[in-house]
């Protein structure tokens, strides 16, 4: 239903069509029908070969549900992933397990991502040998990553993931990722747990390791700045639903969606000149179990007219590869004020 | 990709290997004295009761009723007689033979059984999870001891239908104790992490779940092992495992029993035994645990 960019794109590296999560809570013998938490709705978005699509939004909204779909860490309900146009575990294309090979993810928590019980060492071999690879290549290849990653191999194999500082576990996840010679990154919020200082150093890592390795980042975070730092395109996400996409200055200079202005607001700015004018969006957003009807943003938008409960805003396409899902950028929508968002503030 | 990358940089040899996982927890077991002192006493008991033809003063089954409830020390008799003038040491010394295999042997099959089964339905989840966790419910539901009586009742008396009877028993704990363990460890990130590199189940359950949940399970199975004993003894008291004259320390402990306000030292020598390896199987068990923490 949502498809955002109908042209076929060949670059797209990743590309998700209608992608759907919805968790069964509650339920049981006495406890009635179970309740779905719609975690993730009918997204689609793709990532071209080479960039970084940043990934912004609250927590709840479905973030690190959908990095997980993306990785078949969970299963998903319906819609498709596919990677360089081939279908992912479908009966034709590509094998989950080639998809992980091409594709890999770094956790936000940098130490229960590690077992506690293996050396730095066994952690980042530990993929490579299952896939085969020799015992003595893995290591040689274990000793270069954590030496391209900025922890001297002599110093560091050996030890236990308590050991080792935040960055330095990050960067261990780091090179365990890579060691898999993947062309993509997921990163769930790789540097939210870290200090500014190390969380700096990190960042730079990623945007040379990427320029080296032509990797293909997918960013998730809700810290805006950072997102706006490492980013090519971003897409901001609300309760489970894309509420707009596109480059990361029409995204930060040109936000059209509510929703996202409101986030750009609440972002602190160094530039008096530009200090926080309207109120950020207040209160926590609805739970995903029954989400408002209609537009999901609507019991939180300053611009909510009926038409906005009663149905929902498709991610409008406006140029190309720019989508916004918001009846007052759709004409024709019922809605009072549309158009109005285009005169920015 | 990275290969290629490799040529251009100093490639730093692989000298440093890291010795293991289980290098270091032997290596911090061996350290630790009270697990040392344990392991030593532990396989005293096993040597003697492997070697008791050779060591033992005297025959398990023959006594003279004139020579009954000597006192520890009398001359012939270093721990004494018991109520039918047999000599205690020697006794004691086989006994060992039928206690360890009645405690070790079910505890063994139970923590592979048991562990195995709870640590699939932790692992697995969802209707895995609920068809092996009900089925061990129901098991659960029968208090142990009549269980391991009905059991070794309907299989008919001797050895081996007795040591199934008590593996059957003691099954259901430890799969109890390996599920909730292994439903802890399966959330955390590093599982989804090796789950991302492809590996299949079995290859994740060995290289990251195993280490991670064996201690607990461990040191709740060595405190098992008495249970197992104690009950072995009961099921060789109703006439259902050993059989008298056999020496079997839970036997002994309960033919003693008259004999309790005669010699009330002699007859809590057997008691004694039970007491020892269990005591130093559990501190082992502990120690164990701790040598497997990387942590400390």
Redesign the interface.
């Known amino acids: 239903m949502n498809t955002p960019e109908t042209q076929k794109n060949q670059a797209a590296f990743l590309e998700t069509v209608d992608l759907r999560k919805h968790f069964e809570v509650g339920g049981g013998f006495l406890s009635g029908p179970p309740r779905m938490v719609q975690a993730v709705s009918d997204i689609s978005f793709h990532v071209d070969e080479g960039t970084t699509l940043g990934v912004v939004g609250e927590s709840g909204c479905g973030k690190s549900t959908m990095a ?1 779909l993306l ?3 969970i299963e998903r309900d319906s819609g498709s992933i596919r990677i360089l146009g081939q279908e992912v575990g479908g009966t034709e294309g590509m094998s ?2 080639e998809a ?2 091409q594709m ?2 770094v ?1 936000q ?1 940098s130490f ?8 730095i ?3 980042i071999m ?2 490579p040998l ?2 085969g690879v020799s015992r ?1 290549d893995a ?10 990653v900025g922890l001297e ?2 110093r560091y ?2 030890r ?1 993931p ?1 050991e080792l500082s935040g960055g330095q576990r990050q960067r261990v ?1 780091i090179a ?1 990722a ?1 060691a ?2 993947p062309r993509m990154l997921v990163l769930d919020e790789p540097v939210s747990a870290l200090d500014k200082s190390v969380e700096a150093q990190v960042l730079n890592l990623l945007l040379d390791l990427k320029e ?3 990797l293909t980042y997918i960013f998730i975070s809700h810290d805006l700045n950072v997102v706006q730092y490492i980013s090519d395109r971003v897409m901001v996400m609300y309760l489970g639903k894309i509420v707009e996409i596109g480059s990361v200055e029409e995204i930060y200079d040109d936000a059209r969606h509510p929703y996202t202005r409101a986030l750009l607001n609440a972002m602190p700015s160094m530039d008096p000149a530009h200090r926080t004018e309207s109120a950020p969006i207040t209160g926590e957003p609805p739970s995903p179990i029954d989400p408002p009807s209609g537009c999901r943003f609507h019991t939180r938008c300053p611009f909510a007219e009926d038409i906005c409960e009663k149905r929902e805003p498709e991610l409008q396409e406006k140029q190309t590869r720019r989508a916004v899902a918001c009846h007052m950028e759709h004409p024709g929508s019922g809605h009072s004020q549309v158009g109005s968002s285009r005169h920015d503030q | 990709m990275i290969a290629s990358k490799e040529k251009d940089r100093p490639v730093v040899p692989p000298e440093v290997v890291s010795r293991g996982y289980w290098h270091g927890v032997i290596s911090r077991l061996l350290r630790d004295k009270v697990s040392v002192a344990c392991m030593i006493i532990l396989g005293a008991i096993v040597l003697s009761a492997i070697f008791a033809p050779l060591i033992a003063p005297g025959d398990p089954t023959v006594g003279s009723v004139l020579e009954r409830l000597k006192p520890i020390g009398e001359p012939g008799y270093l721990l004494g007689t018991d109520e039918l003038g047999r000599d205690m040491l020697t006794r004691l010394l086989y006994g060992g033979r039928m206690s360890l295999i009645t405690g070790v042997v079910p505890v063994t099959l139970a923590l592979i059984i048991g562990g195995a089964l709870g640590t699939i339905a932790g692992y697995v989840g969802g209707w895995t999870n609920a068809v092996i966790m009900r089925t061990i419910d129901v098991i659960f539901a029968f208090p142990s001891v009549l269980l391991a009586v009905a059991i070794s009742g309907a299989l008919g008396a001797g050895l081996e239908n007795m040591l199934l009877a008590l593996t059957i028993v003691l099954i259901p704990p430890i799969v109890r104790i390996s599920e909730s363990v292994t439903t802890q460890v399966r959330e955390l990130d590093f599982v989804d992490a090796a789950r991302a590199s492809g590996a299949g189940s079995l290859t994740i359950i060995r290289a990251h779940i195993l280490g991670n949940i064996l201690g607990p399970i461990f040191v709740y199975s060595s405190s098992l092992l008495s249970v197992s004993i104690i009950l072995a003894s009961g099921l060789s008291f109703i006439g259902l495992g050993a059989k008298p004259p056999t020496p079997e320390w839970g036997l002994m402990l309960n033919t003693l029993r008259s004999a309790i306000y005669t010699q009330p030292v002699i007859s809590a020598l057997p008691g004694v035994m039970i007491f020892i390896v269990s005591l130093a199987s559990n501190l082992l068990s502990d120690g164990l645990r701790s040598a497997m923490d990387v942590q400390r």
Do not use: C, I, K, W
């Not at chain 1, 229960?112 to 050396?119: A, E, I, K, Q």
């Not at chain 1, 290591?139 to 391209?148: E, I, K, V």
């Open positions: 997980r990785m078949g860490l989950l397990r992980r090979r890999q993810m956790f928590d229960g991502s590690l077992n506690p019980r293996m050396t060492e066994g952690s530990f993929g299952v896939h003595a290591r040689r290849r274990t000793h270069a990553l954590l030496d391209r191999p002599s194999t050996a236990y308590h996840n365990r890579l898999m010679e080296e390795f032509g």
